[in-house]
């Protein structure tokens, strides 16, 4: 390789991984905004903790190149619902809940775990996905998931 092509490789390398660092899950504050925001979509959201590395590795590796894509602009809006460290949201209802109590509405204080949401109701759209065995096929599983909560979304409005 030449010098002048090695440095091209390095520097592409650099920007996409720059452009994909910067890209964060937005933190999921206001779900009744998000409601408004959504129109047809449904929401993704990661339930993580601050020092739960599965779920950078899921943020990282799966999500954010996936909001990155632009590919799942149409049918999706991201979020990460950050759990255990304090936060609150506001619920469709306009309510005002800490993180945990609302993870806990979906009987759910594990990490990481990939929730598909009706903003409409907060109803679950589909399966959720607790936890990653693999994150070869992981990003399978999450687009797979991703059909179904959208065609569930589609035949209900």
Not at 93 to 113: E, I, V
Not at 126 to 143: A, E, L
Request: aromatic share 8%; net charge neutral; proline share 4%.
């Amino acid at each position: 390789m030449t010098p002048l092509l090695s440095r091209l490789s390095l520097i592409t390398v650099f920007f996409l991984s720059t452009i994909i660092q910067a890209s964060e899950i937005p933190v999921m504050e206001n779900m009744k905004k998000d409601q408004q925001l959504a129109g047809s979509r449904f929401l993704l959201v990661l339930i993580s903790q601050p020092d739960c590395s599965y779920c950078r590795l899921i943020e990282d590796e799966i999500l954010k190149p996936m909001q990155v894509s632009g590919r799942y602009k149409d049918r999706l809006l991201f979020r990460n619902l950050i759990i255990n460290d304090g936060r609150r949201l506001t619920t469709v209802d306009g309510k005002q809940l800490s993180a945990n109590k609302f993870a806990q509405r979906y009987s759910n204080s594990l990490t990481p775990t990939l929730l598909f949401i009706d903003p409409r109701d907060g109803s679950e759209l589909t399966d959720r996905m607790i936890g990653i065995n693999t994150v070869d096929m992981y990003g399978y599983y999450v687009d797979k998931a991703i059909d179904q909560a959208y065609s569930q979304l589609l035949s209900l409005h």
